[in-house]
Each structure stands twice: as structure tokens, then as C-alpha cells.
């Protein structure tokens, strides 16, 4: 982490005072003083230790250089506007729905809590690492779920940089089972290669377990 971050995120976590409000205003100052750092510091609420209130400060990664985390998903909600052309799409790596909010933590690891009433879809990506890919119903699967999202970047234009992405990817996995091969748990075999283990492995289950010798006479 660099030497300016880690003097303000040690500032921050030492901030214990009496005063809600004055937490908030000593939290702005320091903003106002080294705004640079202000993606690397997620703050929630005030919590009260021992009579007093803490400006919990949390570091959640984005030093300039390091990388995000891999999103498992997208959720989309709404603004305030309530509008689906103005929905908002946010990838995350861990959501946890609740009774009226839900927990969602972003691909830099802050965590956002959002009303349910204001989410339109929670998406999960498919893992196109492992997927297997052998007959026309897998490249048919593909082309659908490429289709769903067209159609959702048709409703909610602002989910385009998070799902353009995904079905060039399926265009490309479709493209590539079409001319004669196969994958399986992410190799790629021809398909007589495919049927042969095929093949080799009943072969191997089909066989009967060798029985335990009988008692010595």
C-alpha cells in the first residue's frame, strides 16, 4: 500500500470521538486533504463502543496497480428515477439478499446495500472455464444465454460494459464447438478423440469389481 494511503487509513481507524457529527466532519476533512484515496476507503455506519462513536475505515484494495477481484455477477437496480433506461449495473463478487436490502460487494471489495425494491435482476455468470461443450444442446445454451443478454442490455443500456463482453465470449465458444470439436472440462478434443474415452470409460465401469477370495480350507 502507498505511504500516503496507509498514514490516512491509520488516521481514519484512530478516530474515536464523542460526537457523530464531528466523525462525519474530521472524515470530509481528511477527503478534502488527500482526495486521491477516497476509492480506497469504504465507510458505513457509526457504531457506538463504549459510549463513544468510531469512523469505521475500511481498506478494500484499490491501491494504484493492484487488481480487482473476478465478478461472479451483475445486479442491476434502479436511481432514483426508477427508470430502466437509467438503471445502474453493478458486478460483484458476493451478494447476499435480505428481507428489504441486499448486500452487495463489488469487484473492489466495498460493499453497497441496496433496497429490494429498487432491484430489477441479479445475474450470475456462467463459468465458460469449465463448461462442457459436446453436443447441440450445450452450443444451443450457449446461444441463448447470449441472446438473454442482448435483450437485457436492450432494457437497462447502462448494463452494456459488464455484459458486452459476455456474449462475445459465447459467440466465440459457439463459433468454436461448430466445426467438429469438442470441450471437455475446458480441453479442447476432436470428437472421435471425445467418443473414444467415451467409450474407454464405460468400458472400465462396466467392469465387475474382482470378488475377495474365499476363507482358506
Known sequence: MAPGARRLISRL????????????????????????????????SLRPIRGRSLLAALVVGMVP????AEPTGLVISWSLSRSDELAVGI??????????????????????????????????????????IVDEKDREALRQLAATYRNLIAKYPKATPA?????????????????????????????????YELAKHREID?????SPPGPAR
Open 13 to 44: 481507524q484512530a478516530i474515536v470521538v464523542d460526537s457523530p457529527a464531528s466523525s462525519v466532519m474530521l472524515f470530509r476533512e481528511s477527503m478534502i486533504r488527500e482526495p486521491q484515496w477516497l476509492p480506497m476507503v469504504a465507510w458505513g
Open 65 to 68: 496497480g493492484a487488481s480487482a
Open 91 to 132: 458486478e460483484f463478487t458476493r451478494v447476499q439478499v435480505f428481507d428489504v436490502t441486499t448486500s452487495v460487494t463489488d469487484r473492489s471489495g466495498q460493499v453497497q446495500r441496496i433496497g429490494n425494491a429498487l432491484i430489477r435482476e441479479i445475474i450470475d455468470y456462467p463459468n465458460l472455464e469449465t463448461m462442457d
Open 163 to 195: 455484459l458486452s463482453g459476455w456474449i462475445d465470449r459465447l459467440a466465440s465458444l459457439y463459433q468454436a464447438s461448430g466445426g467438429g470439436e469438442v470441450r471437455i472440462r475446458g480441453r479442447w478434443m476432436s470428437r472421435k478423440r471425445y467418443h
Open 206 to 210: 462396466s467392469v465387475s469389481p474382482i
